[in-house]
Protein backbone atom coordinates (compact mmCIF):
# COMPACT_ATOMS: atom_id res chain seq x y z
CA UNK A 1 0.00 0.00 0.00
CA UNK A 2 0.72 3.69 0.25
CA UNK A 3 3.30 4.77 2.65
CA UNK A 4 3.85 8.73 3.03
CA UNK A 5 7.46 9.46 4.85
CA UNK A 6 7.99 12.63 6.36
CA UNK A 7 10.88 14.20 8.76
CA UNK A 8 9.92 14.46 12.36
CA UNK A 9 10.83 18.04 13.42
CA UNK A 10 12.16 20.97 11.74
CA UNK A 11 13.32 24.35 13.68
CA UNK A 12 13.36 27.72 11.82
CA UNK A 13 14.27 31.86 12.89
CA UNK A 14 11.48 34.04 12.41
CA UNK A 15 11.23 35.56 9.41
CA UNK A 16 13.10 32.94 7.66
CA UNK A 17 11.88 30.64 5.32
CA UNK A 18 10.46 27.01 6.43
CA UNK A 19 10.94 23.78 3.84
CA UNK A 20 8.83 20.88 5.08
CA UNK A 21 9.37 17.69 2.44
CA UNK A 22 7.22 14.92 2.02
CA UNK A 23 7.70 11.55 -0.30
CA UNK A 24 5.19 8.98 -1.42
CA UNK A 25 5.33 5.38 -3.04
CA UNK A 26 2.15 4.98 -5.24
CA UNK A 27 2.80 7.21 -8.33
CA UNK A 28 -1.01 6.84 -9.11
CA UNK A 29 -1.78 9.00 -6.28
CA UNK A 30 -3.55 12.08 -7.74
CA UNK A 31 -4.14 14.67 -4.78
CA UNK A 32 -1.68 15.55 -2.30
CA UNK A 33 -2.25 17.46 0.27
CA UNK A 34 -0.81 19.80 3.15
CA UNK A 35 -2.72 20.45 6.47
CA UNK A 36 -1.67 21.66 9.51
CA UNK A 37 -2.59 20.74 13.20
CA UNK A 38 -1.90 22.65 16.28
CA UNK A 39 -1.92 21.58 19.80
CA UNK A 40 -5.00 19.42 20.71
CA UNK A 41 -6.95 20.71 17.53
CA UNK A 42 -8.02 19.12 14.72
CA UNK A 43 -7.04 19.31 10.93
CA UNK A 44 -7.17 22.33 9.36
CA UNK A 45 -6.41 21.90 5.33
CA UNK A 46 -4.10 24.56 4.41
CA UNK A 47 -3.53 23.55 0.61
CA UNK A 48 -3.42 20.37 -2.11
CA UNK A 49 -2.26 20.09 -5.28
CA UNK A 50 -3.17 17.70 -7.88
CA UNK A 51 -0.82 15.40 -9.60
CA UNK A 52 -0.61 17.43 -13.32
CA UNK A 53 0.98 20.20 -11.45
CA UNK A 54 4.41 21.11 -10.44
CA UNK A 55 3.68 24.05 -8.24
CA UNK A 56 0.99 25.64 -6.63
CA UNK A 57 1.79 29.40 -4.70
CA UNK A 58 -0.87 30.72 -2.34
CA UNK A 59 -0.01 33.50 -0.12
CA UNK A 60 3.18 32.29 1.43
CA UNK A 61 2.86 28.96 0.91
CA UNK A 62 4.52 27.45 -2.16
CA UNK A 63 3.79 23.79 -3.17
CA UNK A 64 6.22 22.04 -5.17
CA UNK A 65 5.60 18.30 -6.91
CA UNK A 66 7.91 16.16 -8.49
CA UNK A 67 6.22 13.32 -9.47
CA UNK A 68 9.06 11.34 -11.61
CA UNK A 69 10.97 11.53 -7.25
CA UNK A 70 7.55 11.18 -5.83
CA UNK A 71 8.68 13.93 -3.85
CA UNK A 72 6.41 16.74 -2.45
CA UNK A 73 7.46 20.08 -0.32
CA UNK A 74 5.91 22.95 1.78
CA UNK A 75 7.58 26.17 1.73
CA UNK A 76 6.30 28.56 3.86
CA UNK A 77 8.18 32.32 3.31
CA UNK A 78 8.71 34.53 6.61
CA UNK A 79 7.64 32.13 9.14
CA UNK A 80 6.12 33.47 12.01
CA UNK A 81 5.73 32.07 15.59
CA UNK A 82 1.98 31.32 14.75
CA UNK A 83 2.83 28.96 12.33
CA UNK A 84 4.67 26.81 15.06
CA UNK A 85 2.65 23.18 14.74
CA UNK A 86 2.85 20.13 12.77
CA UNK A 87 2.31 19.88 9.22
CA UNK A 88 0.66 16.36 7.95
CA UNK A 89 1.55 15.55 3.81
CA UNK A 90 -1.37 13.21 2.84
CA UNK A 91 -1.93 11.45 -0.56
CA UNK A 92 -5.22 10.33 -1.95
CA UNK A 93 -6.45 8.03 -5.52
CA UNK A 94 -8.49 5.58 -5.43
CA UNK A 95 -8.16 4.81 -1.76
CA UNK A 96 -8.75 6.63 1.00
CA UNK A 97 -6.14 9.54 2.17
CA UNK A 98 -2.61 8.39 3.54
CA UNK A 99 -0.72 10.66 6.05
CA UNK A 100 2.68 11.00 7.11
CA UNK A 101 3.39 11.05 10.46
CA UNK A 102 3.82 14.65 10.55
CA UNK A 103 6.94 17.38 11.02
CA UNK A 104 6.90 19.00 14.09
CA UNK A 105 7.75 22.52 12.94
CA UNK A 106 9.44 25.27 15.51
CA UNK A 107 9.65 28.81 15.18
CA UNK A 108 12.06 30.86 16.83
CA UNK A 109 11.79 34.39 17.93
CA UNK B 1 -22.08 27.03 6.99
CA UNK B 2 -20.74 24.84 10.25
CA UNK B 3 -17.73 22.74 9.79
CA UNK B 4 -17.93 19.17 11.06
CA UNK B 5 -19.00 18.82 14.21
CA UNK B 6 -17.69 15.80 16.73
CA UNK B 7 -18.96 15.27 20.48
CA UNK B 8 -17.72 14.50 22.97
CA UNK B 9 -14.35 16.58 22.30
CA UNK B 10 -12.89 14.43 25.26
CA UNK B 11 -14.03 11.21 26.96
CA UNK B 12 -13.42 9.15 30.01
CA UNK B 13 -14.03 5.29 29.55
CA UNK B 14 -12.86 2.99 32.38
CA UNK B 15 -11.62 -0.70 31.03
CA UNK B 16 -14.68 -2.63 29.98
CA UNK B 17 -17.08 0.20 29.34
CA UNK B 18 -18.48 1.02 25.55
CA UNK B 19 -17.54 4.05 23.96
CA UNK B 20 -19.85 6.25 21.40
CA UNK B 21 -18.14 8.64 19.08
CA UNK B 22 -20.06 11.48 17.04
CA UNK B 23 -19.36 13.35 13.92
CA UNK B 24 -21.82 15.35 11.98
CA UNK B 25 -20.94 16.03 8.40
CA UNK B 26 -20.85 19.42 7.03
CA UNK B 27 -23.59 20.19 5.11
CA UNK B 28 -24.07 18.91 2.06
CA UNK B 29 -21.16 16.30 2.39
CA UNK B 30 -22.50 12.72 2.34
CA UNK B 31 -18.95 10.87 2.40
CA UNK B 32 -18.03 10.45 6.09
CA UNK B 33 -14.33 8.89 7.13
CA UNK B 34 -13.30 8.02 10.82
CA UNK B 35 -9.16 8.10 11.63
CA UNK B 36 -7.16 7.04 14.79
CA UNK B 37 -4.70 9.48 16.15
CA UNK B 38 -1.76 7.72 18.60
CA UNK B 39 0.30 9.95 20.46
CA UNK B 40 3.35 11.23 18.46
CA UNK B 41 1.72 9.24 15.09
CA UNK B 42 0.19 10.75 12.14
CA UNK B 43 -3.57 9.90 11.37
CA UNK B 44 -4.33 6.04 10.57
CA UNK B 45 -7.47 5.40 8.42
CA UNK B 46 -9.91 3.30 10.03
CA UNK B 47 -13.40 3.14 8.26
CA UNK B 48 -15.47 5.24 5.24
CA UNK B 49 -19.16 5.30 4.90
CA UNK B 50 -21.60 6.65 2.76
CA UNK B 51 -25.03 7.26 3.87
CA UNK B 52 -26.23 3.87 5.46
CA UNK B 53 -23.34 1.74 3.73
CA UNK B 54 -19.74 1.28 5.05
CA UNK B 55 -17.63 1.70 2.10
CA UNK B 56 -14.21 0.66 3.05
CA UNK B 57 -13.38 -0.55 6.63
CA UNK B 58 -9.91 -1.95 5.98
CA UNK B 59 -8.35 -0.07 9.17
CA UNK B 60 -10.77 -1.06 11.27
CA UNK B 61 -9.44 -3.77 14.09
CA UNK B 62 -11.72 -6.46 13.53
CA UNK B 63 -13.61 -7.14 17.02
CA UNK B 64 -14.96 -4.46 19.33
CA UNK B 65 -15.07 -1.42 16.58
CA UNK B 66 -17.82 -0.48 14.67
CA UNK B 67 -19.34 2.21 12.95
CA UNK B 68 -22.13 3.46 11.06
CA UNK B 69 -24.03 6.38 9.21
CA UNK B 70 -27.67 5.96 9.33
CA UNK B 71 -29.56 7.72 6.41
CA UNK B 72 -30.86 10.35 9.05
CA UNK B 73 -28.28 11.70 11.97
CA UNK B 74 -24.56 12.18 12.88
CA UNK B 75 -22.22 9.17 12.21
CA UNK B 76 -21.31 6.99 14.93
CA UNK B 77 -17.84 5.30 15.80
CA UNK B 78 -18.81 2.58 18.92
CA UNK B 79 -15.90 0.72 20.65
CA UNK B 80 -16.93 -1.99 22.55
CA UNK B 81 -15.30 -3.06 26.14
CA UNK B 82 -12.84 -0.60 25.57
CA UNK B 83 -8.60 -1.46 26.43
CA UNK B 84 -6.00 1.51 27.48
CA UNK B 85 -4.64 0.44 24.17
CA UNK B 86 -7.52 2.22 22.51
CA UNK B 87 -6.47 5.84 24.13
CA UNK B 88 -6.25 8.03 21.19
CA UNK B 89 -7.63 10.90 19.52
CA UNK B 90 -10.26 10.11 16.64
CA UNK B 91 -11.02 12.58 14.42
CA UNK B 92 -13.85 12.17 11.51
CA UNK B 93 -13.64 13.84 8.34
CA UNK B 94 -16.07 14.13 5.46
CA UNK B 95 -15.95 15.67 1.84
CA UNK B 96 -18.80 16.05 -0.88
CA UNK B 97 -17.82 13.22 -3.23
CA UNK B 98 -16.29 10.13 -2.66
CA UNK B 99 -11.76 9.60 -3.58
CA UNK B 100 -10.73 8.93 -6.72
CA UNK B 101 -13.89 10.73 -8.65
CA UNK B 102 -12.33 14.42 -7.84
CA UNK B 103 -11.34 16.32 -5.50
CA UNK B 104 -11.97 14.71 -2.62
CA UNK B 105 -10.65 17.29 -0.21
CA UNK B 106 -11.66 16.31 3.29
CA UNK B 107 -12.60 18.58 6.47
CA UNK B 108 -12.01 17.41 9.56
CA UNK B 109 -13.92 17.83 13.00
CA UNK B 110 -11.75 18.84 15.68
CA UNK B 111 -11.36 15.53 17.52
CA UNK B 112 -12.36 12.96 20.08
CA UNK B 113 -9.57 12.49 23.06
CA UNK B 114 -10.74 9.11 24.10
CA UNK B 115 -9.24 8.40 27.52
CA UNK B 116 -9.20 4.68 28.80
CA UNK B 117 -8.61 4.39 32.56
Same mark, same amino acid.
Given at each position: ???????? $????????????? #??Y *? @???? %?????Y???????L? +?? *??????????? @???????????????????? @? *????????? $? #????G????????? %??????? | ?????Q???????????????R #????????H????? /?????? +?? $???Y? /???????????????????????????????????????A?F #??????????? %? @???? $??????? *???
Amino acid at each position: GEDVEQSL $FLSVREGDSSVIN #CTY *T @DSSS %TYLYWYKQEPGAGLQ +LL *TYIFSNMDMKQ @DQRLTVLLNKKDKHLSLRIA @D *TQTGDSAIY $F #CAVSGNTPLVFGKG %TRLSVIA | NAGVMQNPRHLVRRRGQEARLR #CSPMKGHSHVYWYR /QLPEEG +LK $FMVYL /QKENIIDESGMPKERFSAEFPKEGPSILRIQQVVRGDSAAYF #CASSPIGPGTG %T @DTQY $FGPGTRL *TVL
